[in-house]
């Protein structure tokens, strides 16, 4: 079992960065869909032990070299999932 959210945009303005996030939990937001700052995002999303938790990234297939070096300029590893 698990928390699973869907990241489907970003909204930049003067004062940072907001991520449209779309949630299991209805009861959050507009029927689970909310934006969040970005940094409350990267903070969820962060994990005090390897391997606990993962993000699905889905791109065009001519962008997954460019999504990969940004996902490790983030400071996080791309490894294939087999479940």
Do not use: K
């Amino acid at each position: 079992m698990g928390h699973f959210v869907a990241l489907y945009g970003t909204l930049t303005g003067e004062r940072g960065t907001l991520v449209a996030v779309a949630d299991t939990y209805p009861s959050l937001g507009d029927n689970g869909r909310l934006l969040q700052p970005a940094s409350r995002v990267a903070a969820a999303l962060a994990r005090d032990r390897p391997g606990t938790g993962g993000v699905l990234v889905v791109v065009a297939s001519h962008s997954v070299s460019e999504a990969e070096q940004a996902i490790q300029r983030a400071g996080l590893q791309t490894v294939w999932w087999f479940n």
